[in-house]
């Protein structure tokens, strides 16, 4: 069996405060679960969401995840990206492990 490619390129998409409200987290959430299981919940496929402030929130599709949801990252108008901030991260969907995905801070 091929192993799917994957890329070291986190995106993250930008959610207005008019998305947040109409309820878009969830819908990315509910349809980033439903084409994870469809791809047999790859390895390090994770969804995080961090929220700055009242103004928007910032959702980010993991590398292992890419190859499987293209669709959201395009309708989200998604952008490559660094990974998110794990201090100010929620995972929304993954496995406990994927927080190893972030980098610790160190002081």
């Known amino acids: 069996m091929p192993v ?3 890329s ?3 995106y993250r998409a930008v959610l207005s405060a008019d998305q947040v409200a109409a309820g878009h987290v969830n819908r990315i959430s509910k349809l980033f679960a439903e ?3 469809a791809a047999g919940d790859p390895a390090g496929a ?3 969401v961090t929220s700055l402030d009242t103004q928007s929130d910032m959702v980010f599709f993991s590398p292992a ?3 499987s949801v293209p669709h959201l990252i395009a309708e989200y108008g998604a952008e490559p990206s660094g990974p998110p901030e794990r201090e100010i ?3 929304l969907v ?3 492990r994927d927080w190893e995905l972030l ?3 160190t002081h």
């Open 46 to 48: 994770c969804l995080f």
């Open 4 to 6: 799917p490619m994957t």
């Open 65 to 67: 995840a890419v190859s």
């Open 94 to 96: 993954g496995q406990d």
């Open 89 to 91: 991260a929620e995972l």
């Open 35 to 37: 084409a994870l299981g």
């Open 8 to 10: 070291r390129v986190w």
């Open 103 to 105: 980098a610790r801070t």
